[in-house]
């Protein structure tokens, strides 16, 4: 069975940073392109950055360009997301998703390619 278990989330001030960390089971972790995603309240899930499976190609929402970055440890079975100047309008759910792939190819920015997710954990940031 497929675990994806979210942490690092909480509440932090405006241009804060935050790392949060998706620890995978139940998966050949390797073979899975990861992403995050996000829902703030009352809007739809949102795509926030993916990674490929041996982490050399990415994607990023326009909106976290250049202030967040996916990583991967293929050995701890775990992805990151490492936020920085962070602004009120990041405060959402992010969830980590995962999506098995037959190649190191572009990981999907697509909610619906994404078969396995997280719980999700919340982020929070004050004005």
């Known amino acids: 069975q497929v675990q994806l278990v979210e942490s690092g989330g909480g509440l932090v001030q405006y241009g804060g940073s935050l790392r949060l960390s998706c620890a995978s089971s139940g998966l050949t972790f390797s073979t899975y392109a990861m992403a995050w995603f996000r829902q703030a309240p009352g809007k739809e899930r949102e795509f926030v950055a993916a990674i490929s499976r041996r982490g050399g190609n990415t994607q990023y929402a326009d909106s976290v360009k250049g202030q967040s970055t996916i990583s991967r440890d293929n050995a701890k079975n775990t992805v990151y997301l490492q936020m920085n100047s962070l602004k009120p309008e990041d405060t959402a759910i992010y969830y980590c998703?995962?999506?098995?792939?037959?190649?190191?190819?572009?990981?999907?920015?697509?909610?619906?390619?994404?078969?396995?997710w997280g719980q999700g954990t919340q982020v929070t940031v004050s004005s």
């Open positions: 998703a995962a999506d098995f792939r037959r190649a190191d190819d572009v990981p999907s920015t697509l909610r619906l390619q994404y078969e396995n």
